[in-house]
């Protein structure tokens, strides 16, 4: 091990250490020694993170107010102000950038983008790895032991299961930094940044006066892909996409959201087509990386905007393949920043919000279930999605967990060995046999609400709201109830390639015409189509501009989405 590994093990060492000694309960469950580090534990519990679910914020649009900016002649495009996937744009920020804005955020002069990436893919072995940090087999050994050559076993996170080891597990020896051109398979580029401002914590009002304070501005992505499963002759099915999504706090949190208006008219002017896409994505990486200095916004890229309590980073990971002899499983899963005896580390935390499946299922004992019960009877107005429960319920269907005991570790997407592996639905009625105690407790609150759905709706609708149900398990799902029904992005459209698991494409075969310019960009699913109506309303109220056009891009009962 070198000098600087060593360093960093020493750093991290507790870890193990106060686990090893130091039994605790938490989330209503009795951990054994060696289970994860108590202070993560402390963090997770503590952050609130039901406040900022990753795909679904707590501000309607009929809460929403202008901000009152001057009206901008500027027409408005969500492909260039929303989400922006043009090849040219994104490829003006890199991987190592980010890494090296994170290391910088540290204060840790040893620190390498390298470190720091090799840690948090270690994350997905086993101990001892490296020695800097958590690894799969924390809160239990892998079962069975038979599985682990071939990557088939699950430890318990949380008590639920969790892939362990997983093939990932070789990026923390791998290298995507000294070659970051798109022919190196190790690579990770750019492929969408995202504005989130639809993801922005509803305002509060301040103790005795008339005044709402805002504390943040929503969020603020980059995705990126690995080349793996992109570039010409390359194994199609190797794929793992990162997203760095930061939360970003409002710089005048007292004015409410008119704090957010310096980064919400930066992105409007992203609409103008006189930009070329490079002077688009110059903008966008001075952005991210060197925010708004003249109106106080700091870069958005922070390891302070993606630790406990803020925003997050994501993945969407296949890296087991045909050619490995791996067991195929498609899993969706979440990291968080952590500051640490003054060095940084990139730790696994819950998926928000993915109660796991085993919660759902017949005869389940789990007290969290009760937990599970409380939060779908207290959210039933957001699942129902309006009075009416119609088409338009799709962009407004909404259902998180308020409490850090009940998420999953991983939303798991099938596998060859479970088709239905990560799935609520199932879990809820295995061979169409209810359970029968959420049954009766979601048929109550129906009945008191005088809502037309079915129990198996409220499920279907609660499953959308996951990560495996939004990415694959919910695709053309017409048992919503009220006639809304989940968009088909496995089929696509017309305009639409096909994707079963993702939500944007970063395969090359799958390029489309750029938005802006002659270029080309990456394709998005129907499914981000759809959801980009609401987000679009969303940002547009919010900036006082005319409505979007009439229409719906998403699927209407007994028809097919607009294009």
């Known amino acids: ?54 795909e679904h914020g707590g501000l309607r649009l009929d809460q929403l107010f202008s901000i009152e900016p001057l009206r901008s002649r500027l027409p408005f495009d969500r492909h260039l102000s929303i989400f922006v996937s043009d090849v040219e744009t994104v490829s003006q920020i ?136 992109a570039v010409p002759g390359a ?49 966008l990486h001075d952005f991210y990386l060197k925010g708004l200095p003249g109106a106080g916004v700091g870069p958005i890229v922070d390891a302070s905007h993606y630790t406990f309590g803020t925003g997050q980073i994501r993945s969407n990971q296949f890296m087991a393949n045909t050619t490995s002899g791996a067991q195929f499983e498609w899993t969706l899963r979440e990291f968080k920043t952590l500051a640490l005896n003054g060095t940084l580390a990139i730790v696994p935390d819950s998926v928000k919000s993915n109660p796991g499946e085993t919660l759902f299922a017949p005869g389940a004992t789990d007290v969290r279930v009760a937990a599970l019960n409380q939060d779908i009877r207290a959210q039933m107005k957001s699942i129902i999605a309006g009075p009416t429960a119609s088409v338009a319920a799709v962009n407004e269907i909404g259902f998180q967990t308020t409490g850090e005991g009940a998420n999953s570790f991983e939303s798991n997407e099938g596998s060859n060995a479970d088709k239905n592996s990560g799935n609520i639905d199932t879990a809820y009625a295995p061979g169409g046999a209810e359970n029968p105690v959420l049954k009766a407790n979601i048929q109550s609150s129906l009945t008191l609400a005088g809502a037309p759905l079915t129990p198996l709706n409220v499920i279907g609708r609660i499953r959308t709201q996951t990560c495996s149900g939004c990415h694959h398990f919910s695709n ?66 919010a900036l006082n501009l005319p409505g979007r056009a009439a229409g719906s891009n998403c699927p209407a009962a007994g028809g097919v989405a607009e294009d």
Not at 481 to 505: C, L, R, V, Y
């Open 1 to 54: 091990m070198s000098h600087r590994l060593k360093r960093y093990g020493k750093a991290f060492g507790f870890f193990v250490l106060q686990f090893a000694m130091t039994p605790a309960v938490a989330h209503g469950q009795t951990r054994t020694p060696g289970g994860p580090n108590f202070l993560i534990e402390n963090l997770r519990a503590q952050a609130l993170q039901h406040l900022h679910h990753p």
């Open 94 to 229: 890199r991987f190592s950038e980010v890494m090296d804005k994170l290391v910088r955020d540290s204060g840790d002069k040893l620190l390498t983008k390298q470190v720091l990436f090799h840690q948090w893919w270690d994350s997905a072995g086993q101990g001892p790895g490296l020695g800097l940090g958590p690894h799969c087999d924390d809160d239990s050994a892998p079962a069975p032991p038979g599985g682990i050559a071939n990557n088939t076993s699950f430890s318990l996170l949380n008590n639920f299961p969790y892939r362990c080891p997983r093939l990932e597990r070789s990026e923390a020896s791998s290298d995507p930094f000294t070659d970051e051109s798109a022919t190196n398979p190790a690579a990770y580029r750019a492929i969408a940044f995202s504005n989130r401002f639809d993801l922005v914590t509803p305002p509060a009002r301040v103790a005795n006066t008339a005044g709402l304070r805002a504390p943040d501005c929503g969020e603020y992505r980059i995705v990126f892909a690995r080349n793996s499963g």
């Open 235 to 283: 194994d199609g099915l190797n794929r793992n996409l990162i997203i760095f999504e930061a939360r970003v706090p409002n710089p005048a949190p007292a004015d409410g959201l008119k704090g957010c208006r310096p980064i919400l008219e930066f992105w409007q002017g992203l609409s103008d087509k006189s930009l070329s896409a490079t002077a688009r994505g110059i903008r």
């Open 476 to 541: 053309g799902d017409s048992t919503l109830g009220g006639g809304a029904i989940w968009p088909d992005k496995a089929k696509g459209d017309n305009t639409h390639k096909p994707m079963d698991f993702t939500q944007e494409s970063e395969l090359f075969k799958d390029l489309q015409p750029a938005i802006a310019g002659s270029g080309e960009r990456y394709a998005i699913s129907s499914a981000v189509e759809c959801f980009l109506d609401f987000r679009e309303e969303f940002m547009r109220k």
